[in-house]
């Protein structure tokens, strides 16, 4: 049972574009909600994490929007560059021991940045 | 870098085989989490350590298990091979300070294991 939803599956940017990521869940008992980035061959980085006592996080050039009623939240990257040519996934928890490890993600975003 | 550390970074297993997958998590962590990542999917949720003990499992069979030791570091261990069982296989650390408070957890690099 897929609980984390995120489309588009893949997206083209222009470089300085502003590239928009989005995930849906169903369980209305996740509390934590992080972006990850991965490029081949390497293991998942966190770019930002939010809960959702907050409707919008910005770090940089990333920015996460959440809509607790609608039960989404999204991924903005301003001004994308193409060294943010990677494999984003939304990922969400439930709260309680160890959540931030207990990560459902999402089926992942391929993002290409042209120059 | 995020300071966990996995190994070996590829593996090639023969079906029916057992494997050994090891991560030593990040200075200052005391939780380990497993995930396997098929070819163009997200990330799989296999099992937590915290405290030398199992802290949660996903939706995995009896035949994937593992360890905890005294300084944080982990094992994986899959036994009576499948073919599916090829993957990436990922670990993340994090730290349970309590009372429900959790830092965000790092992955590392992962394993690469092919079953043939």
């Known amino acids: 049972q897929q609980q984390v939803k995120q489309s588009p599956q893949s997206l083209i940017v222009q470089k300085g574009g502003i590239s928009i990521i989005n995930c849906a869940y169903e369980n209305t008992a996740f509390d934590y909600f992080p972006w990850y980035q991965q490029f081949p061959g390497k293991g998942p980085a966190l770019l930002i994490a939010i809960r959702p006592d907050v409707s919008e996080k910005k770090e940089g050039r990333f920015t996460i929007s959440f809509n607790k009623s609608a039960k989404q939240f999204s991924l903005h990257i301003m001004d994308s560059q193409p060294g943010d040519s990677a494999t984003y996934f939304c990922?969400?928890?439930?709260?309680?021991?160890?959540?931030?490890?207990?990560?459902?993600f999402g089926q992942g975003t391929t993002l290409q940045v042209k120059p | 870098e995020t300071g966990v550390t996995q190994s070996p970074t590829h593996l090639i297993k023969t079906r029916g085989q057992q494997v050994t997958l090891r991560c030593s998590s990040q200075?200052?962590?005391?939780?380990v989490s497993w995930y396997q990542q098929a070819l163009g999917q997200g990330p799989q949720f296999i099992f937590q350590?915290?405290?030398?003990?199992?802290?949660g499992r996903g939706n995995f069979p009896p035949r994937f298990s593992g360890l905890q030791f005294p300084n944080y570091s982990s094992e994986l261990n899959v036994n009576a091979l499948e073919l599916d069982d090829s993957a990436l296989y990922l670990c993340?650390?994090?730290?349970?300070?309590?009372?429900?408070?959790?830092?965000?957890?790092?992955f590392g690099q992962g394993t690469r294991l092919t079953v043939v």
């Open positions: 350590y915290y405290r030398e003990e199992e802290n």
């Open positions: 200075s200052g962590h005391n939780t």
């Open positions: 993340a650390s994090s730290l349970i300070k309590g009372a429900g408070v959790n830092t965000e957890a790092f």
């Open positions: 990922a969400a928890s439930k709260s309680g021991s160890g959540n931030t490890g207990k990560l459902i």
